[in-house]
């Protein structure tokens, strides 16, 4: 049995129309290797979105599979891996999302809400962890400034690490300097966040360009 790639948020808050959009297509800049192709670079990614949203896919085409409170798109983002939505109640209140399973995975539609359903009943839930402050800075990134860099192959840990994600940042004596966003610091996540958690730099605006020596910029 294969395994699924994690399950994993993306975005902090809910997703305008505009922004379920963007996101879905969020890794267009990606190379385009066979993870692209088979979507794999998708798989196990959610986010909130609002229930006209959820309605409005569901109505769109004749989903893949309609069961309670979940159904999943009749179109693929690649290989196996297609968008599904569920409706949870969390709370007391119902909220919808999507994610984006790999359906060659057994039971993934069920792995993705246990996932929500998790992540959004922990105490604090409004906390970011560093890996999703670390979606929210590439999100908010206009595209000018950020994009994949090309790992010498001695230092690959497999061929998923052949290229990663790095931003065009502004350093204060020697220009921009690129940086693999896994590698920033606490204080540059701090520096980079926009005000505000929701902003996308697929939507309107100019992004969020900070100075990593000071962090001063806002």
């Not at 309670?68 to 119902?94: D, E, L, P, W």
């Amino acid at each position: 049995m294969f395994n699924h790639p994690p399950f994993r948020k993306i975005y902090p808050t809910v997703a305008s129309r505009a922004a379920m959009y963007a996101l879905a297509n969020r890794h267009n800049q990606a190379p385009f290797d066979d993870d692209r192709i088979s979507a794999a670079i998708y798989a196990g990614e959610w986010f909130e979105i609002g229930q006209a949203q959820y309605d409005e896919m569901l109505n769109l085409l004749p989903p893949l599979f309609l069961r309670c409170h979940m159904f999943a798109m009749s179109t693929y983002k690649g290989g196996n891996v297609t968008s599904t939505f569920v409706t949870v109640a969390i709370a007391g209140r119902q909220r919808w999302f999507r994610g984006f399973c790999d359906l060659s995975v057994p039971g993934s539609p069920a792995m993705l809400r246990n996932a929500i359903i998790a992540r959004e009943n922990r105490p604090h839930p409004e906390c970011l962890s560093r890996d999703e402050q670390l979606e929210v800075v590439w999100n908010a990134t206009p595209r000018d400034f950020r994009g994949y860099t090309t790992v010498p192959a001695p230092n690959l840990l497999s061929p998923r690490h052949r290229d990663r994600r790095s931003l065009l940042m502004k350093g204060r004596d020697a220009g921009p300097d690129a940086r693999l966003l896994e590698t920033l610091t606490a204080e540059e996540i701090e520096a980079w966040l926009p005000a505000d958690a929701g902003y996308i730099a697929a939507i309107g605006g100019t992004g969020h360009l900070p100075d990593v020596n000071t962090g001063n910029d806002r």
